[in-house]
Structures are given as C-alpha cells and as structure tokens.
C-alpha cells in the first residue's frame, strides 16, 4: 500500500526557516514527479513546487528564491526548503505524487499526504 508521509511542519516567525519532508512507502517512485501543495484557510489548494525524476524543477512565482525543493530517489523522500518565510505561507502543506514525468493539475496526482502545518506568525 502506497503511503506518504510529511513531517517538519511547525510555527516560525517571519523571515524565518522550515523545511518539510515527505517519505514515501509501498512502491518506489523514481519515474514520477513529486510535489508539494498547500492549502491556505478558505483557499484552493495550490501548487508549491515540484521536481520530476530527471531533477527539473518548478516553482510558484510565490516563493521563487525563497524555496527549493529536491528529492532523494535512493531514499524515496522529496524534500522542502522554505527560507524567508512571510506570514501568505501559511499553510497547511502536501506532498503528492503523479504517475506523470510532469503534472501542475491537481486532478493528475494519485498520491497525496496527509499534510502538515506551518504557521508563520509576523
């Protein structure tokens, strides 16, 4: 059974560091693009950052230069770095999977996680 999982969500303040992790279990997923999400109160989910299996990467104009992301195939773990966090980051963050090299359509992941927050009070 497929699973992923995040974990270091958590509160900063602004200007401030986190960075989410997202392990995934029950099938490797080397070819298929790796994402993560957020959802803001009241809001639509939305499309954070991704990285396909070659390592291309995309990123909201929001948090270009602020974020990155990288995944670690051998550990089947896609990872996110949020630097100069600002309190619009606020969140509830998932990671998600696709059976796609690439997809920005939340209808095209199979795979989601249970998310985790982050709470950037200024």
């Given at each position: 059974?497929?699973?992923?999982?995040?974990?270091?969500?958590?509160?900063?303040?602004?200007?401030?560091?986190?960075?989410?992790?997202?392990?995934?279990?029950?099938?490797?997923?080397?070819?298929?693009?790796?994402?993560?999400?957020?959802?803001?109160?009241g809001?639509?989910?939305?499309?954070?950052?991704?990285?396909?299996?070659?390592?291309?990467?995309?990123?909201?104009?929001?948090?270009?230069?602020?974020?990155?992301?990288?995944?670690?195939?051998?550990?089947?773990?896609?990872?996110?770095?949020?630097?100069?966090?600002?309190?619009?980051?606020?969140?509830v963050?998932?990671?998600?999977?696709?059976?796609?090299?690439?997809?920005?359509?939340?209808?095209?992941?199979?795979?989601?996680?249970?998310?985790t927050?982050?709470?950037?009070?200024?």
């Amino acid at each position: 059974q497929v699973k992923l999982v995040e974990s270091g969500g958590g509160s900063v303040q602004a200007g401030g560091s986190l960075r989410l992790s997202c392990a995934a279990s029950g099938r490797a997923f080397n070819a298929n693009a790796m994402t993560w999400f957020r959802q803001a109160p009241g809001k639509e989910r939305e499309l954070v950052a991704g990285i396909t299996s070659g390592g291309t990467t995309y990123y909201a104009d929001s948090v270009k230069g602020r974020f990155t992301i990288l995944r670690d195939n051998a550990k089947n773990t896609v990872y996110l770095q949020m630097n100069s966090l600002n309190p619009e980051d606020t969140a509830v963050y998932f990671c998600a999977v696709t059976p796609h090299y690439w997809a920005s359509r939340r209808d095209d992941y199979d795979y989601w996680g249970q998310g985790t927050q982050v709470t950037v009070s200024s």
